[in-house]
């Protein structure tokens, strides 16, 4: 089993910045990509940032420029750095790691962090 931990959330105001860390722990052999998901009330989960072992990075384009992905391998952890925040950016967050537990292993496996709650007031 995988224990992805998030911590970092809360309430800031438009224009302020936060960053968001998940460190995961467990029967880890390898993590192919880490990842952070938001979900806005009343909306669908949407892919925010991730980052592959390699260091191949994508973004939404609503978080271009603003947010930075960045991960320590040795650590499993994986950070988001949210800087210009507006109200649109309010959401759970939620951690994403793809998973090799065995050197056998043909795919990765998902987990997920519990989610931390942002909240940007304008």
């Known amino acids: 089993q995988v224990q992805l931990v998030e911590s970092g959330g809360g309430l800031v105001q438009a224009g302020g910045s936060l960053r968001l860390s998940c460190a995961a722990s467990?029967?880890?052999?390898?993590?192919?990509?880490m990842g952070w998901y938001r979900q806005a009330s009343g909306k669908q989960r949407e892919l925010v940032a991730g980052?592959?072992?390699?260091?191949?990075?994508n973004y939404a384009d609503s978080v271009k420029g603003r947010f930075t992905i960045s991960r320590d391998n040795a650590k499993n952890t994986v950070y988001l750095q949210m800087n210009r925040l507006t109200s649109e950016d309010t959401a759970v967050y939620y951690c994403?790691?793809?998973?090799?537990?065995?050197?056998?292993?043909?795919?990765?496996?998902?987990?997920w962090g519990q989610g931390t709650q942002v909240t940007v007031s304008s």
């Open positions: 980052i592959t072992g390699g260091g191949d990075i």
């Open positions: 994403n790691a793809k998973v090799i537990h065995y050197s056998w292993q043909a795919s990765s496996l998902d987990y």
């Open positions: 467990g029967s880890i052999r390898s993590i192919n990509a």
